[in-house]
């Protein structure tokens, strides 16, 4: 995966709360945003369009442009959009589809973007990465991250619960890619970033110590602030390394061998549970198993319909899908008869010691 943009590093404004959406118009008035109010909305499906209305009588000059499938060739075909006339900023509202194209065609245009995120699937809400799907492939490409985030709980609070609940597995899983940095730190020499690494930190301990669910206001604040953090973290050290581990390896691998399984959070969840047991970290497992228990996401290939022949044959894959990685899986090198054997051990214990 090529290094990521660095440009701006960090938003010049969060905004995580209810009702937030209503001071959108004052932020893109920010002179550092837009300097004459012409923007380009971008929505997807969902609930962004019912935003964009909202929005826009307050703004003065703004086209809306619906987008669709999170493809490259979407993002190509926005960016064409935005070359018709002269844009301040491209305002990317909705999902994490919808979000990574509106990135990708800003990016590729020179425009500043604005997040206003419908959903906490992950941490694309703010992180240098765009992932679009080209030829049936999903790709990452290495993009500027959003000049502002707007996270309007009640919006939200609309979305459908499995894609927010998703996002708690791709926060708890930097405790992961944090263990596999720090693995190709004493094994390889690969520099660590401890800024970065304490951004991505920081929001997965949160995550996982809150007692709060989905239904929670501060809970759900919490997750918001967390995925920020872990796109904040890829920011600051031009690699999604911080947030990016054996873990996605595996999401990655699930992806591509057996489509359309399960959400990015669901799988990362998934692997980073996964790992952290082939690490032997008893203390983590317990408590990302507990975790993703209590939130009711995925923690055996059964529960996102694969079978453990199909779940052996990802991890192999793993590896190839970040050949530049190096993580417990690159490390331990199982064969397909030693992943077996681990997956076994693996799902007694959840059953034995995690409920």
Not at 255 to 264: G, I, K, M, V, W
Request: contains cysteine; charged residues 20%.
């Amino acid at each position: 995966m090529p290094l990521l943009a660095r440009t701006v590093l960090t938003p010049l404004h969060i905004d995580v709360r209810r009702g937030a959406v209503a001071d959108l118009a004052a932020i893109l008035a920010d002179g550092r945003i837009s300097a004459g109010g012409d923007v380009a909305v971008v929505v997807g499906p969902g609930q962004g369009g019912q935003i964009a209305e909202l929005v826009r009588p307050s703004l003065r000059s703004a086209d809306v442009f619906t987008v669709a499938g999170g493809t490259l060739e979407a993002a190509d075909e926005l960016g064409g959009k935005l070359r018709a006339r002269s844009y301040d900023a491209v305002v990317g509202i909705g999902g994490g589809k919808t979000v990574d194209v509106a990135k990708y065609a800003a990016t590729r245009r020179g425009l500043p973007m604005v997040t206003v995120a419908t959903s906490l699937a992950n941490d694309g809400i703010a992180s240098p990465v765009a992932s679009l799907v080209s030829e049936g492939i999903k790709g990452s490409y290495g993009v500027h991250i959003p000049i502002a985030v707007i996270v309007d709980l009640d919006f939200v609070e609309s979305g459908p619960e499995r894609h927010n609940r998703a996002g708690i597995g791709d926060a708890i899983s930097n405790i992961s890619a944090l263990a596999d940095w720090e693995l190709a730190r004493q094994v390889r020499g690969e520099p660590v970033d401890g800024l970065a690494a304490s951004l991505a930190r920081m929001g997965a301990e949160a995550v996982l110590a809150h007692p709060g669910d989905m239904t929670d206001d501060a809970f759900v604040t919490v997750l918001a602030e967390a995925l920020i953090s872990s796109g904040l973290a890829m920011a600051v050290c031009g690699t999604s390394r911080p947030a990016s581990g054996g873990c996605h390896e595996i999401m990655h691998a699930v992806d591509a061998l057996y489509p359309d399984t399960a959400s990015h959070g669901e799988l990362a969840g998934l692997g980073a549970l996964f790992c952290t047991f082939l690490r032997g970290d008893e203390r983590r497992f317990r408590e990302m198993s507990a975790c993703l228990a209590r939130h009711g996401l995925p923690r055996l290939p059964a529960d996102v319909g694969l079978s453990d022949d199909q779940f052996v044959a990802a991890v192999q894959f793993a590896p190839s899908t970040r050949p530049d990685r190096y993580t417990i899986l690159e490390h331990l090198a199982m064969s397909p008869s030693e992943t077996r054997d681990r997956l076994a051990d693996y799902a007694g214990a959840i059953r034995d010691h995690c409920g």
